[in-house]
């Protein structure tokens, strides 16, 4: 039974940074493709960022060079780094994972089986 449960949101100002994190259970992390979405109110979710199984990230044109993505294995962590926090990244974030691909892209994410119940990121 798969369960991905994310933590580490919350409300910032714009410039700000925060690191999400998602704990895996009954899943390998960096066994397969895993990845961050998400949604804001009144909007369609959008996929962030995604790493393949070998490490090889894949980010949205909108948070390129702001957020970063890793994995840690003992720990069975995947995590968002974001930096350079601007309002347009307020929104509910989801952390995904699918136990049947090990390459995906970043665009891909929304449609992973699993996913976790969201942590919430304000910027103002």
């Known amino acids: 039974h798969v369960q991905l449960v994310e933590s580490g949101g919350g409300s910032v100002q714009a410039g700000g940074s925060l690191r999400l994190s998602c704990a895996a259970s009954g899943y390998r992390v960096s066994s397969t493709a895993m990845g961050w979405f998400r949604q804001a109110p009144g909007k369609e979710r959008e996929g962030v960022a995604s790493i393949d199984s070998d490490g090889t990230p894949s980010y949205a044109r909108s948070v390129k060079g702001r957020f970063t993505i890793s994995t840690d294995k003992f720990k069975n962590i995947l995590y968002l780094q974001m930096n350079c926090l601007i309002p347009e990244d307020t929104g509910m974030y989801y952390c995904?994972?699918?136990?049947?691909?090990?390459?995906?892209?970043?665009?891909?994410?929304?449609?992973?089986?699993?996913r976790g119940q969201g942590t919430q990121v304000t910027v103002s």
């Open positions: 995904a994972a699918d136990p049947r691909i090990e390459f995906s892209d970043y665009e891909e994410i929304t449609d992973f089986g699993y």
